[in-house]
Structures are given as structure tokens and as C-alpha cells.
């Protein structure tokens, strides 16, 4: 009798060591900005969000492609790691391709199906991510846990930084959802290792770049097979859910520098942004410089270029920039006024 109890005491134990776990399946979608076949794979993506209740057992990224138009800005932006994905799937050179947890998908008619089946598989991982901000970076941790048998030996763990973008391509989808914008610690990720019933954390620190909004960041963290290309497992945090912390070795700004939202927004054809300086710590003007650019990362005009006293002011922006019509499209403002930095975004529609 105590054999039985044994053995059934090691049947327990082995069964809760190798648990599995809900999979977060991984959705890759390659696309285009002009590409006048991909709103319908929005569109099937979309739909499975708002409608499926498995909607959040998803994990989904867009990587815009070179083809079949170059000139797709949203490309331009994140060619490099747009050319590892191609690289690392080595697909038919056309848009739109599905790929779920790391296989690539025939018709967008049987994308939903396919997600269902998906989530239902189980995984060997989880992961739990948390992090820390501050003006100038970002720094995400994630604790994965193998519970279970994993049949390759050849992982990689990518962190994905994604951005919601508005841009007004030629196919008429204006707001792109999970965008990738940079694929870290490189664009084939990094060799990742876990033996079982292991916890493992590893870390990853972001530079934040001018031309990201923070407010529409996201970080995508999945474990992948070089071979096999499967994921095993994905998982998401966005900008806003992490911890924020001080600056070290930095000069405390008074609290009196803001830079609001400009009103209207969406604009067409002016708006007008207001900002506060503070008080100079010597009572001097602080030097002030407002500029506007674009997506691109150019300069598109100079509002505020001199030493200001504490106060709030306001300027107005007009669409019409040295005679020339901006493009529709989205446009960033830069306040600088000393160690204060601030950008914000805006959206100029025709």
C-alpha cells in the first residue's frame, strides 16, 4: 500500500512540475501601407478582436514591407528589422502574409479558425513582464518559466517595440495598430535557454526615440525557434503600465514647464499650441524652442526661437509652411527650454 501512495505521490509531483500553460499565440502580419490587397487582413484582424472571446489571448504585431511599394513611410521608419522578419520567413515577396506562432497562414477567410485552434494548444512557458521609465528610456523585465517539454534547443527571445501610427497610406487605412518600430537586443533577437521547472529573467533596455509617442508604445515579448519557427509563447506591456522612476544625475525641473496638447486636433488648417515656462532659478529667461516635425524626423517649421520669462503662451501652427500645403499625416512639436524636454504629437487632416 505505501508503493501505491509512493507512486501516486510522484504521478502528482510529475504532473504539477510539467503543467501547461494558456498560450498567448503570437499574430505577425507583413503589409503595406499602399498595398491594396492588406485592408482586408486589418480588417479580419480587427474583426477577431472586437467579436471572438478568445480576443485576448492574443498577442499580434505589423511589419510594413518593402513590397510592393517602397515608398511606404511606416517602412522607411523600420526597415531594418521589417528586412530580418523577411529574412527570417523567407516568404513570397507580396502583402498580405499571416504568420501565427511563427506559421505562415494561407486566406484571411480562415484566419479566426486558425487563432481559435491556436489558443487552444497549451504552452511549456510563461511570461511576466514589469519595467521601469523615465524620460529617456525604458527598461522591461521578463520572468519566464519553463513548465513543461519543449521540443526545440534552438530559441531566441525577442523584445518588440510596437507603436499605434496614424498614417494616411494609399489603401486607405489611417490607424495602424501595433506597429513594429524596433526589434531588440538585435533584429534576430538573442540565443535563450530554460531547463525545466526553471524561472529565468532577463532584462532589456529601450532608449526612447523622438519620433515615438509614449502614450501609443507597446512591448511585445515572445520566445521563438530558430528552426521550427515555432513560439512558444508571447506576451504584452504597454508604455503606460510601467513603473516610473527618477532620473538619476539629472537637475530636478521646475514643475512649471508644460507643453499642452494642441486644439484642435486633428487640425485643418491651423491650431494652436500653448506652453508654460517657469521661473529661472537666477530669475534670468529661460531659452525657448518650439519646432515641428515630421515623420520622417525632419524639421518642418520654427515656432519659438528666444529667451522667454516665466509665464504661459501660446502659438498658433498653420498648415500652410512657406507657402507650401503639408501632407496629411502625422506631425511632432518638440518643446526644449533647458534640461526640459517635451514632445507631443499632432494630426493634420485635409
Known amino acids: 500500500m505505501r508503493k501505491l501512495y509512493l507512486i501516486l505521490f510522484l504521478l502528482v509531483i510529475s504532473v504539477m512540475s510539467f503543467a501547461q500553460n494558456q498560450r498567448k499565440a503570437l499574430v505577425e502580419v507583413f503589409t503595406n501601407s499602399h498595398c491594396p490587397l492588406c485592408p482586408a487582413a486589418h480588417n479580419t484582424l480587427d474583426n477577431y478582436l472586437m467579436n471572438s472571446p478568445n480576443s485576448g489571448n492574443i498577442n499580434y504585431i505589423y511589419y510594413h514591407m518593402i513590397y510592393p511599394y517602397s515608398t511606404d513611410q511606416l517602412y522607411i521608419q523600420s526597415a531594418e528589422g521589417s528586412a530580418a522578419r523577411h529574412t527570417f520567413y523567407n516568404p513570397v515577396a507580396a502583402t498580405p502574409r499571416g504568420f501565427f506562432d511563427g506559421a505562415i497562414q494561407g486566406s484571411t477567410s480562415g484566419w479566426g479558425s486558425s487563432?481559435?485552434?491556436?489558443?487552444?494548444?497549451?504552452?511549456?512557458?510563461?511570461?511576466?513582464?514589469?519595467?521601469?521609465?523615465d524620460e529617456n528610456e525604458f527598461n522591461i523585465s521578463a520572468e519566464v518559466t519553463r513548465t513543461g517539454d519543449i521540443s526545440d534547443s534552438d530559441l531566441n527571445i525577442y523584445f518588440v517595440v510596437a507603436e499605434d501610427v496614424f498614417y494616411a497610406g494609399n489603401n486607405g487605412i489611417q490607424n495602424h495598430k501595433h506597429v513594429m518600430r524596433k526589434i531588440l537586443?538585435?533584429?534576430t533577437g538573442t540565443p535563450f535557454t530554460i531547463n525545466p521547472s526553471e524561472t529565468k529573467t532577463v532584462g532589456q533596455n529601450i532608449p526612447l526615440e523622438a519620433l515615438w509617442d509614449v502614450d501609443s508604445l507597446h512591448v511585445m515579448v515572445f520566445i521563438q525557434s530558430n528552426t521550427s519557427k515555432m513560439v512558444y509563447q508571447s506576451e504584452m506591456i504597454s508604455y503606460n503600465q510601467l513603473t516610473v522612476t527618477e532620473v538619476d544625475d539629472v537637475i530636478d525641473v521646475p514643475s512649471g514647464f508644460i507643453l499642452e496638447q494642441n486644439y484642435p486636433n486633428p487640425f485643418n488648417p491651423n491650431t494652436k499650441i500653448r506652453y508654460t515656462v517657469a521661473s529661472n532659478v537666477t530669475g534670468q529667461m529661460s531659452k525657448v524652442v518650439l519646432k515641428v516635425y515630421n515623420l520622417l524626423g525632419n524639421e518642418v517649421a520654427t515656432l519659438v526661437d528666444e529667451f522667454k520669462s516665466a509665464g504661459s503662451y501660446e502659438v498658433e501652427f498653420q498648415s500652410a509652411v512657406n507657402s507650401q500645403q503639408?501632407?496629411?499625416?502625422?506631425?511632432?512639436?518638440?518643446?526644449?527650454?533647458?534640461?526640459?524636454v517635451e514632445t507631443r504629437k499632432m494630426v493634420f487632416m485635409k
Open 326 to 340: 503639408l501632407a496629411s499625416g502625422v506631425y511632432f512639436y518638440k518643446l526644449q527650454a533647458g534640461s526640459f
Open 115 to 133: 487563432l481559435d485552434a491556436r489558443i487552444m494548444m497549451t504552452s511549456p512557458l510563461t511570461i511576466s513582464l514589469s519595467g521601469t521609465r
Open 185 to 187: 537586443p538585435t533584429t
